[in-house]
């Protein structure tokens, strides 16, 4: 089965903190995303990597980066952290399968609280 | 980008009762998805359509594509507890890479 981890279920930062949040799945899948979840906007993509040191932005990427240095792994940035970034984030993982199936694999997401 | 409505929002039922959510577009869509989740937990990929006037069958529950690719619905017949959560339609775009543009979400609730 594929598994998607995220470094952390809950986070609590202070304002103006810089704030990562990691991801890793174990499938060797090339596509890696950061969405986050706010009630009644469903799941928003901020960025996603299609390959190691590739990225692009997704539909709200202000105030957020990634890195993603090794296939396995992408991380999400808040760099300077505000309270409207307080959200559940979900990460998630797919096969560049061309014509193929989209199905993602999602972690068990973070949800982080900006104070 | 393409965007997709889904409608309802919430939707309260008594067990036993049927629930559909649909989701809409503006555009011709090449592909949908259907993902759930429950509560407090992960969106989990439950179908794939790409035919115009597809329709699949997961046990109670039945997936439909529209003819002119414009619209999709997801109808669980005779609901039970264990169905709770939100249900989300997804649409891909047109790179290789799988990114995904989700509908807001069908929050069901099931009442005993």
């Known amino acids: 089965d594929v598994k998607v981890t995220q470094s952390s279920r809950y986070l609590v930062k202070r304002t103006g903190e810089k704030v990562f949040l990691e991801c890793v799945q174990d499938?060797?899948?090339?596509?890696m995303f950061w969405y986050r979840q706010d009630p009644g906007l469903g799941l928003r993509l901020i960025y996603f990597?299609?390959?190691?040191?590739?990225?692009e932005k997704g539909d709200i990427p202000e105030g957020y980066s990634v890195s993603r240095e090794k296939k396995e792994r992408f991380s999400l940035i808040l760099e300077s952290a505000s309270t409207n970034q307080t959200s559940m984030y979900l990460c998630?993982?797919?096969?560049?399968?061309?014509?193929?199936?989209?199905?993602?694999?999602f972690g068990p997401g973070t949800r982080l609280t900006v104070t | 980008g393409q965007q997709v409505m889904q409608i309802p929002q919430y939707q309260h039922v008594q067990e036993g009762e049927d629930f559909t959510t649909y989701c809409n577009s503006s555009?011709?869509?090449?592909?949908i998805q259907w993902y759930k989740q429950r509560p407090g937990g992960h969106p989990v990929f439950l179908i794939q359509?790409?035919?115009?006037?597809e329709v699949k069958k997961q046990k109670r529950l039945t997936f439909q594509f529209g003819e002119a690719k414009k619209n999709s619905s997801l109808h669980i017949t005779a609901t039970q507890t264990t169905d709770v959560g939100t249900y989300f339609c997804?649409?891909?775009?047109?790179?290789?890479?799988?990114?995904?543009?989700f509908g807001q979400g069908t929050i069901l609730t099931v009442h005993p």
């Open positions: 998630a993982s797919s096969l560049d399968l061309e014509g193929g199936s989209y199905e993602q694999y």
């Open positions: 499938m060797d899948h090339e596509n």
């Open positions: 990597s299609y390959d190691v040191k590739m990225k």
């Open positions: 555009t011709t869509l090449s592909n």
């Open positions: 359509l790409v035919k115009s006037g």
């Open positions: 997804s649409v891909a775009g047109g790179t290789s890479y799988g990114k995904l543009t």
